[in-house]
């Protein structure tokens, strides 16, 4: 099944490492003129030395006017990746403001901001649009020390919902993907240990975690026409982890 997204525009929030590298990567590859968001410019760099083609903008997505400033620049958009997320682990007794302020500026208010100023330049065009968020399956259950990073990907599960109620009118769908755990050169770092890892693995049916290719196949799949009808869902990307329930 070939995808292709010539002629369009796509951003990707996170672009630096990660999914959101590759997620870049792959809409560059099938033709989208792409613009890859992120905060640290070595990382930006080196994915220019890999892909010339991709536009890269660096910018502190914590910070409400630089935001507003980097994303309007870029002009009318056809596709959003909002992949941009931190997480800051704690326990609910001892939550900080900065940490909580951080996790939601960055892994909700960025979302919100991005996905705003994006629509209206689809709306302008009345040419429609795709938009994925990327959440994670620590919306749909409890995991200790993640609080306040569960209570922001469950925001953007609600977010997602009601985003495709609103822009579906305009023909711009919006959906959201729900990784497992994702080796990643973070997610490998923190997960292979059998330690930490052991117990989370064993409850997915298909015996592994996600390779960050599972993810990407899965966003651009949504935002392609291959997905005309998929609006206001939330793509499961965890080898049937919750299927098995808590």
């Given at each position: 099944m070939e995808i292709r997204f010539d002629g369009k525009v796509a951003v990707v929030?996170?672009?630096?490492?990660?999914?959101?590298?590759?997620?870049?990567?792959?809409?560059?590859?099938?033709?989208?003129t792409t613009y890859a968001l992120s905060r640290t410019q070595s990382h930006l760099d080196t994915l220019k030395q890999e892909v010339p083609d991709i536009?890269?903008?660096?910018?502190?997505?914590?910070?409400?006017?630089?935001?507003?400033?980097?994303?309007?620049?870029?002009?009318?958009?056809?596709?959003?990746?909002?992949?941009?997320?931190?997480?800051?682990?704690q326990p609910i007794l001892d939550v900080t403001k900065d940490a909580f302020e951080k996790l939601v500026n960055i892994n909700l208010r960025s979302y919100i901001q991005v996905s705003q100023?994006?629509?209206?330049?689809?709306?302008?065009?009345?040419t429609g649009g795709a938009i994925v968020h990327v959440s994670s399956q620590a919306s749909l259950i409890g995991i200790h020390?993640?609080?306040?990073?569960?209570?922001?990907?469950?925001?953007?599960?609600?977010?997602?919902?009601?985003?495709?109620?609103?822009?579906?009118?305009?023909?711009?769908?919006?959906?959201?993907?729900n990784p497992t755990v994702v080796l990643t050169e973070l997610g490998k770092r923190d997960w292979t240990d059998p330690v930490k890892g052991g117990p989370m693995l064993s409850r997915i049916p298909l015996g592994k975690f996600a390779e960050?290719?599972?993810?990407?196949?899965?966003?651009?799949?949504?935002?392609?026409?291959?997905?005309?009808?998929?609006?206001?869902?939330?793509?499961?990307?965890?080898?049937?982890f919750l299927a098995a329930g808590v």
């Open positions: 929030t996170g672009a630096g490492r990660g999914i959101g590298r590759d997620v870049a990567k792959m809409l560059a590859k099938c033709g989208a536009q890269t903008i660096a910018v502190d997505l914590s910070d409400w006017d630089e935001t507003q400033k980097a994303v309007e620049s870029i002009g009318p958009v056809d596709l959003l990746v909002n992949n941009a997320g931190t997480n800051i682990l100023i994006v629509a209206r330049t689809m709306i302008s065009r009345g020390n993640h609080s306040v990073y569960s209570a922001t990907k469950g925001g953007i599960d609600s977010l997602t919902k009601t985003m495709a109620l609103e822009l579906g009118p305009h023909k711009i769908r919006v959906n959201t993907v960050v290719e599972d993810v990407v196949n899965s966003i651009v799949y949504l935002l392609s026409d291959k997905a005309a009808m998929v609006t206001g869902s939330c793509l499961p990307v965890d080898g049937g």
